[in-house]
């Protein structure tokens, strides 16, 4: 690639950094933008965006690049929180680094870096980009499978991605360190972050209670019976997701190897605002093969033309081989082998080896056992 005028994603961590220098050692004019994206409670000890503006400023002169930064909170807070917010309070689990991609780092940040005069914008993604014999664009998996993160970024469009630049796409985690720590980064050996994207790393069920009420209800499990047995009160069904183990108040086994004695969330039923637990890590309630999915979002701006694919309900899953079936802005996949706690919210994307096809949001499952008919309860 000739010399281009690249706007790099600073957060003050090390992928973006190395991914700045990389570029600026290509001999592109590489300038870092530091994103603000959340105000809510920026002073206290979970959100780190001073820390993180003041590293990122220390990258950029040891680099020997310009940095500006720049406030995307009201963005953010619209496009991204206020979805967030919404998913939960209607019983599902958002995938907030989805959305974020989308709207920000691949939007406003892009169009923002657009208006700087740039060519392309990059970040420290673990993903790569090529181009089909037609001329369109793919996102294909990072050469680091333990890294990659092309999940996050399957709802990307043929003009965001063709604008896009993923430097460590070919380099695993551990070599990026290795470099960042030689070339005297400042952050070389900084903590990654595992936050809700931009809001930084705190406790989840607090954070959430400040934006949703609390509504308690049951907790029943099944019993053979219509309405199963009631064995404790939750919260509130936006505090809990499917699969979930730990954390649902109701006491369990006191060995955490021992998965089949454990209870695990199920079900939550919105209409009676009942949490329905079972025991067993792989009871048939968690189970499930079928999945319908919303809001679809083709990479190549069209569904693929191949029925049998692999695609995953969560990030960290194996790809799985399932059939695809589309519908417009919907799809229904079949998975050949019955998929753990598929919960509904999350994003199930799409793959053709290493082909990152789209996904969309899972909006339901049909599962093979049902849950008991729903009754009116008070608590």
């Not at 955490?256 to 209870?263: H, M, P, Q, R």
Request: hydrophobic share 40%; aromatic share 8%; net charge negative.
């Amino acid at each position: 690639m000739s010399a281009r005028r690249i706007v790099v994603g600073l957060s003050g961590g090390v992928d973006s950094a190395v991914a700045a220098w990389l570029l600026k050692e290509q001999g592109h004019d590489v300038v870092g933008l530091f994103m603000k994206n959340w105000e809510d409670d920026d002073d206290d000890e979970y959100c780190s965006t001073r820390e993180d503006l003041i590293d990122a400023a220390a990258v950029a002169d040891v680099i020997g690049i310009e940095m500006e930064a720049v406030n995307f909170s009201a963005e953010y807070k619209d496009r991204v929180f206020a979805t967030f917010l919404a998913e939960y309070q209607a019983g599902r689990t958002p995938n907030p680094d989805v959305l974020c991609n989308a709207e920000i780092k691949f939007k406003a940040f892009l169009d923002h870096a657009m208006r700087l005069g740039a060519d392309h914008i990059a970040t420290g993604h673990y993903a790569r980009i090529a181009y089909d014999a037609g001329g369109l664009v793919q996102l294909l998996k990072a050469t680091d499978a333990t890294k990659d993160q092309s999940y996050f970024l399957h709802r990307l469009s043929q003009s965001q991605l063709s604008r896009a630049l993923f430097p460590l796409g070919e380099m695993h985690k551990t070599d990026v360190r290795t470099l960042a720590e030689r070339i005297g980064l400042p952050n070389a050996r900084k903590k990654d972050s595992t936050g809700i994207c931009f809001i930084g790393e705190r406790p989840f069920r607090e954070f959430l209670n400040r934006y949703l009420p609390t509504t308690p209800g049951p907790i029943r499990t099944p019993d053979g019976s219509r309405d199963g047995t009631v064995i404790g009160q939750h919260v509130g069904l936006a505090f809990y997701t499917l699969g979930q183990r730990k954390g649902i108040g109701i006491g369990g086994v006191k060995n955490d190897a021992d998965e089949e004695g454990a209870w695990f969330v199920a079900r939550k039923d919105m209409a009676t605002n009942t949490l329905w637990v079972v025991r067993g890590h792989d009871h048939p309630w968690l189970l499930s093969q079928h999945v319908e999915v919303e809001q679809a979002s083709w990479i190549a701006g069209h569904a693929p033309a191949i029925a049998t694919l692999r695609a995953k309900t969560r990030y960290r899953q194996t790809d799985e081989t399932c059939r695809l079936v589309a519908d417009g802005h919907r799809f229904m996949l079949t998975f050949d082998d019955p998929q753990r706690a598929v919960t509904p919210g999350q994003s199930a994307v799409l793959y053709d080896g290493d082909v990152c096809l789209g996904g969309g949001i899972i909006a339901s499952t049909i599962a093979d056992i049902a849950t008991p008919t729903p009754v009116a309860t008070t608590t």
